[in-house]
C-alpha cells in the first residue's frame, strides 16, 4: 500500500516489542529514529546514524530506552507521511476525542541542523483526549548510566559527552526522577501541545524557543517536498517510487553523500535466529546500485556528492575496494557482541559487522558501471578518477580467477556466479570508459581478452545442466537469485535462450509463494523471503520484454509495504511480517530500478507510461 491508504488498528506487541513492520522512519541527514505504530519512539542514534542509541528499545525493551507517547484511554490508531515528506502523522482515534501527533527530526532550511532535534507535536482534533508520556533516555546502548537533572524549566538528560535537552509547552509540567522523566495532559479540540528532545554530544546545550522551533517544522516539510519534487520518474507505481526515494534519502549522510544499506543494526532474519548483522555502513554494492537507480530518475547532484563519497573513501585501499566503508570514510576495523537482549531474543545484538575485510570481487563490476553511468548522464571525469578506472580494470585482470565470499558475504570461499559477471562488467566499462577518452586506453587489449575469457569461464563452468540455468556458483547445481542481475547488466539479453530459461528456474526453485523468492537454495529454513530478489526478478522480466510478468509481480511486491510504504530486508513468507534491518536501501533503491525498467518496457513497446 501506499502512505496510510490502510485502515485503523490497535497496535500490539510482543514481550514489549512491536513488529518490524510497524515502525516508519524519520530522519535529518545525520541520523534515523523509529516511531512504532502506538507512537513510541524506539530507535535513535546519537548523533549520527552509526552512533550509539538514546532510545534503543527496538533491541532491548527491558533496559534499551524510548520515549512513549499515546492516549491514556484504548484508541485506534491510523498514520500516514505529511504528504512527500519524511514527516510522521499518526492519528489515535478514541472514544473520547481524537488526536494527531507530528514526528519530526527537523532540518535547517534544507540542511542538516547542527543538533539532532526531535520534535513532537500532538494537535486534538475533535473531542478531548489525555495522553501521557514516558521518557526513559539510555545513551551509549543503555551501557552507561543516565541521569536526569532540572535547569530552570528544562530537564537534561546526561551521560558522559552526550546531553539531552527536553522541553514541552502546552503539555502540563514534567516529572522527573534520576533516570526518568514523565508527564500528562489534555487537549481539547483545536488545542496543541509540543514536546521536543535536543541532543549534542561534547557541544554546549542549545534551547531554541517553541516559534523557533515551529518555524523549522513548517520549512522541513516544504524542503522534503521540493526534494522530491525534483525527481523525473514518470511511469506506474508513482507513490511506491516516491517513498523510496525519500526512504534513501533519509539514509543519505547529507555532509558526505555516504548512503547507509540500513538505519538499524541485528534485527534478525529470523525470530530467535543468529543471523542479526549491523549494517549502518556504506556497501560500495548499494550505493552503486542506488546511484543507478537516483540518476535513472534524474537527481545529479545526489549521484555527484555520493559518488565523490565512494571514490574518496576507497582512496586509502586503492585499487583494492573494500565491500564495505564507515558512513566517515574509514575502513572498518572491529565488530563486538553488545549486552542487549536482542530483537525478541534474537541475538547476538552487534555494533560492526564482520565481512570487513572480505573479498567481494562484485565491488569493482558495481563501481566502474556506476562511474560509466554516470558518463552516459551527461557528466565528465577528472583525469585522477580516469586513471583509477584504468587501474581497477587493471586490477581486476589480476584477481578475477581468485575464489571470493560473494554478494551474500558467505563465510566458503567459492568461484560465485556474479562475482565472475561483475568482474565482466568491470571490465565491460572500462573498455567503454576509455572508447570515450575518459580513462586511459594503453591497457584496452588487455581489458578485452580477459572479458572475453570471464564470458567463456561463466558460460562453461556456472551452467547447470540439470537445472537449465546459471547456477550459484561453479560446479553447482544449486541457484543463486542474485543472478538475475546479470540481465540488468547487459551479460545475458533477451535473445540468449539460457536467460530465459535462467529467469524461469529462479523463479521455479527459490520460489517463496507469490512474488516471494529466497536468496539461494536451501535458505527457506533459515531466513524470510529477500525482497530485493523479487525487484531483480521484475526488471530481468521487463528488460526481456516480458512486461505482462513483471507487472503482475510488481503489483504484488508494493502491496507488500507497511502502512507507510516502507520495505526491510525480508518477509516471513508463512506470516508476512517483515525480517532484518528496517528500512533496506536495498529492497528500496531495487524497487526504483524495477519501476524504472517497466516503464522503459512500456515506452519501448509505444505505450504510455
Partial sequence: MGDGERGSVRPRRERGYAPIGDYAAIGDGRTVALVALDGAVDWLPVTAMDGATVFGALL???????????????????????????????????????????????????????????????????????????????????????????????????CGAHSMAFQAWGAGTPLHS????????????????????????????????????????????????????????????????????????????????AIS?????????????????????????????????????????????????VLAASRGTHPRMEPFYTLHHEVPRSCSELPLDGYRGSKPVLKGNSASGQLQLGCYGNLLETIELYVQHGNALDSETGLRVAEVADHVCRIWRKADSGIWELPDLRHYTLSKINCWVALDRAIRLARRGEAPDRNLGTWRAHAEQIRGWVYERCWSSAKRSYAFHAGSDDLDASVLQAVRVGFLTGEDRRCGQTIDAIRRELSAGGPLLYRYSGQGRYEGAFLACSFWLVEALARVGRLPEARETMDELVALANDVGLYAEEIDPDSGEMLGNFPQALSHLALINAACACSAAQRDQGESP
Fill in 261 to 309: 544499506a540500513a538505519a538499524t543494526s541485528s534485527l534478525p532474519e529470523r525470530i530467535g535466529g543468529p543471523r542479526n548483522y549491523d549494517y549502518r555502513y556504506a556497501w560500495i554494492r548499494d550505493t552503486a546500485l542506488a546511484l543507478d537507480a537516483l540518476g535513472a530518475v534524474g537527481y545529479r547532484e545526489q549521484v555527484h556528492e555520493s559518488l565523490s563519497w
Fill in 60 to 158: 532491548d525493551a527491558r533496559s534499551g530506552g524510548s520515549f512513549e507517547l499515546a492516549p491514556v484511554a484504548d484508541y485506534h490508531v491510523s498514520r500516514r507521511y505529511a504528504d512527500a515528506t519524511n514527516v510522521l502523522e499518526t492519528t489515535f482515534l478514541a472514544d473520547s476525542g481524537t488526536t494527531v501527533l507530528t514526528d519530526s527530526l527537523n532540518l535547517q532550511d534544507g540542511g542538516q541542523l547542527s543538533w539532532v532535534e526531535l520534535v513532537r507535536r500532538v494537535r486534538c482534533v475533535d473531542g478531548e483526549s489525555t495522553l501521557a508520556y514516558r521518557l526513559t533516555p539510555r545513551f551509549d546502548f543503555g551501557r552507561s548510566p543516565t541521569s536526569v537533572q532540572s535547569r530552570g524549566e528544562t530537564l537534561i538528560a546526561k
Fill in 178 to 257: 534520576d533516570d526518568q522523566l514523565s508527564g500528562e495532559f489534555t487537549l481539547s479540540a483545536g488545542q496543541e501541545a509540543l514536546l521536543v528532545c535536543t541532543l549534542v554530544e561534547q557541544e554546549p546545550i542549545p534551547l531554541p524557543p517553541r516559534a523557533e522551533i515551529e518555524v523549522r517544522t513548517r520549512r522541513s516539510e516544504q524542503a522534503w517536498r521540493r526534494w522530491l519534487d525534483f525527481h523525473s520518474y514518470e511511469g506506474p507505481w508513482p507513490q511506491a517510487v516516491a517513498r523510496s526515494l525519500l526512504a534513501l534519502k533519509l539514509l543519505t549522510t547529507t555532509r558526505t553523500g
